[in-house]
């Protein structure tokens, strides 16, 4: 019976602590200080070279 019990508050805290862990990565829980680091690449957006001039064109076709 005992270790039933026990078994029981181990599921129940290791649900807790699964929920806990998905507030924190989904940034739920910014308001109380709590989350990941944003992830910043500032660095790309600054090394891009007009990106807006890039043309996307059909591939070429096999020749035969």
Do not use: C, T
């Not at 998905?22 to 090394?47: A, M």
């Amino acid at each position: 019976m005992n270790s039933k019990l026990m078994l029981r508050n181990v599921v129940y805290v290791l649900a807790v602590a699964n929920l806990l862990y998905w507030l924190w990565n989904d940034g739920s829980l910014r308001f109380l200080g709590l989350g990941p680091k944003p992830v910043q690449e500032s660095h790309r957006l600054e090394n891009q070279v007009d990106p807006e001039l890039l043309q996307i064109k059909p591939a070429a076709s096999e020749a035969r």
